[in-house]
Nanobody, 119 residues
Framework: QVQLAESGGGLVQAGGSLGLSCAASGPTFSVFTMGWFRQAPGKEREFVASINWRTGYKFYADSVKGRFIVSKDNAANIMHLHMNSLKPDDTAMYYC????????????WGQGTQVTVSS
């Protein structure tokens, strides 16, 4: 029932900032945690950050902790990812998804938005 759409990707120089958005359409009452994942060419999809939809608890991958900030707007059904101090290694297709319970798999992926960081 829930459809996700990522936006905000683009080309940015190393050290710069970029903001991503994940908009959810449809009811989100079943959402437990919303999360950001990324996948670079030839690599597996990896976890980036997540936020509990009810409590606002945030969790970050070690590779982005201190540089990225995840936030949410429940009324607008939007999750944001503010990326700072970007590195070339951050280059990837960024996806958002959600899980309906702790320990469950993330799913209902959007189409993704490309982030390219130039050196």
């Amino acid at each position: 029932q829930v459809q996700l759409a990522e936006s905000g990707g683009g080309l940015v120089q190393a050290g710069g900032s970029l903001g991503l958005s994940c908009a959810a359409s449809g009811p989100t009452f079943s959402v437990f945690t919303m999360g950001w994942f990324r996948q670079a060419p030839g690599k597996e999809r990896e976890f980036v950050a997540s936020i509990n939809w009810r409590t606002g608890y945030k969790f970050y991958a070690d590779s982005v902790k201190g540089r990225f900030i995840v936030s949410k707007d429940n009324a607008a059904n939007i999750m944001h990812l503010h990326m700072n101090s970007l590195k070339p290694d951050d280059t990837a297709m960024y996806y958002c998804g959600f899980q309906i319970q702790a320990g469950g798999a993330f799913g209902s992926w959007g189409q993704g938005t490309q982030v390219t960081v130039s050196s």
